[in-house]
């Protein structure tokens, strides 16, 4: 009898506990979906155990399947990166660069660093996942991630991308002519709010301020609620209500006058936005190459603003 192959079923495995549905697992996997069941069903006569609960509508993995889940997830990793470092021995850095970007990054830093990216290492592919919940990257095998600086995990190597920006309230010219525009923070009670509620905790943001440093935040009301936050500033221009954001997303809006601020007083600063990674990443010459794009082309970027403030 032929000896099965310790490996054999393990990626399809992986694919599956990743995506939780073996038709996209077998995308990942560029295979049929009937190839991945069938590579599931035998490693699991092999063990001896069913790895995953299956129903029309989900499939979950079951405790031996979290269990051996949990025990091979390193070593795939470790392989992964094995595999990843022999093939960047090339003199040019190669392969797919895969991150995990929220969608306040996407103006500011991607559609700005990637043009100078792509032309400098066309080798390199890049794919990006707009994605405003948490995202553990490791564990979903992104190459870096860029988030705000405060929601960085504190294991994570981060290179500062953007200055720190501030939080800002603001509406159309339109909406404050008919509805007038608030004065103190517990004003927006009164006013017309477009609402967004988190993708993956499902709750409302309660908007923030502060006042002689204490941080307060006040529940926003309002009759349009979503789940995306260009989609606030969207709306906000058209006049349908104020919209809480950054002064960093609505930058092109607030210079244009489509919207205007208030309760600038009261609102708070953050730290900027963060390329991070994890610190055994750095030795992949594709994400050193992006970060050394990324740094040179936001800070070229800053110094034309700051020249053109003198001027």
């Not at 495995?13 to 077998?26: H, I, K, P, Q, T």
């Not at 908007?207 to 995306?228: Q, Y």
């Given at each position: 009898?032929?000896?099965?192959?310790?490996?054999?079923?393990?990626?399809?495995?992986?694919?599956v506990?990743?995506?939780?549905?073996?038709?996209a697992?077998?995308?990942?996997?560029?295979?049929?979906?009937?190839?991945?069941?069938?590579?599931?069903?035998?490693?699991?006569?092999?063990?001896?155990?069913?790895?995953?609960?299956?129903?029309?509508r989900?499939?979950?993995l079951?405790?031996?399947?979290?269990?051996?889940?949990?025990?091979?997830?390193?070593?795939?990793?470790?392989?992964?990166?094995?595999?990843?470092?022999?093939?960047?021995?090339?003199?040019r850095?190669?392969?797919?660069?895969?991150?995990?970007?929220?969608?306040?990054?996407?103006?500011?830093?991607?559609?700005?660093?990637?043009?100078?990216?792509?032309?400098?290492?066309?080798?390199?592919?890049?794919?990006?996942?707009?994605?405003?919940?948490?995202?553990?990257?490791v564990?979903?095998?992104?190459?870096?991630g860029?988030?705000?600086?405060?929601?960085?995990?504190?294991?994570?190597?981060?290179?500062?991308?953007?200055?720190?920006?501030?939080?800002?309230?603001?509406?159309?010219?339109?909406?404050?002519?008919?509805?007038?525009?608030?004065?103190?923070?517990?004003?927006?009670t009164?006013?017309?709010?477009?609402?967004?509620?988190?993708?993956?905790?499902?709750?409302?943001?309660?908007?923030?301020?502060?006042?002689?440093?204490?941080?307060?935040?006040?529940?926003?009301?309002?009759g349009?609620?979503?789940?995306?936050?260009?989609?606030?500033?969207?709306f906000?221009?058209?006049?349908?209500g104020?919209?809480?954001?950054?002064?960093?997303?609505?930058?092109?809006?607030?210079?244009?006058?489509?919207?205007?601020?208030?309760?600038?007083?009261?609102?708070?600063?953050?730290?900027?936005?963060?390329?991070?990674y994890?610190?055994?990443?750095?030795?992949?010459?594709?994400?050193?190459?992006?970060?050394?794009?990324?740094?040179?082309?936001?800070?070229?970027?800053?110094?034309?603003?700051?020249?053109?403030?003198?001027?």
């Amino acid at each position: 009898m032929a000896r099965t192959d310790v490996f054999t079923g393990l990626a399809e495995f992986l694919a599956v506990a990743r995506r939780a549905n073996f038709r996209a697992a077998g995308a990942e996997l560029g295979v049929t979906p009937s190839a991945v069941s069938q590579a599931i069903r035998a490693l699991e006569i092999r063990i001896g155990l069913p790895l995953f609960q299956r129903t029309t509508r989900k499939v979950a993995l079951t405790e031996a399947g979290a269990r051996l889940l949990a025990q091979i997830s390193p070593a795939a990793a470790s392989i992964g990166e094995a595999l990843e470092v022999a093939h960047s021995q090339r003199e040019r850095p190669a392969g797919l660069l895969r991150l995990s970007v929220p969608r306040i990054a996407l103006e500011p830093v991607l559609l700005r660093v990637l043009p100078a990216f792509r032309s400098a290492y066309p080798d390199v592919g890049v794919e990006v996942d707009l994605n405003d919940e948490s995202v553990d990257i490791v564990a979903e095998r992104f190459d870096a991630g860029i988030r705000i600086g405060e929601f960085v995990e504190r294991d994570m190597v981060a290179v500062k991308l953007t200055a720190d920006f501030r939080w800002a309230v603001v509406g159309a010219p339109s909406y404050f002519a008919a509805r007038g525009r608030p004065r103190t923070p517990q004003d927006i009670t009164r006013h017309e709010c477009i609402r967004y509620r988190f993708p993956s905790a499902g709750t409302v943001y309660r908007w923030e301020f502060s006042k002689g440093g204490r941080v307060f935040t006040v529940e926003p009301p309002g009759g349009l609620v979503v789940n995306d936050h260009l989609a606030t500033i969207g709306f906000a221009t058209r006049g349908l209500g104020l919209a809480y954001t950054s002064d960093l997303m609505a930058a092109e809006e607030l210079a244009s006058g489509e919207l205007e601020e208030v309760l600038r007083p009261f609102l708070p600063t953050k730290p900027g936005l963060f390329l991070y990674y994890p610190n055994r990443s750095s030795a992949q010459p594709k994400l050193r190459a992006f970060i050394d794009v990324a740094t040179a082309t936001l800070r070229q970027k800053h110094e034309n603003r700051r020249a053109r403030s003198k001027s």
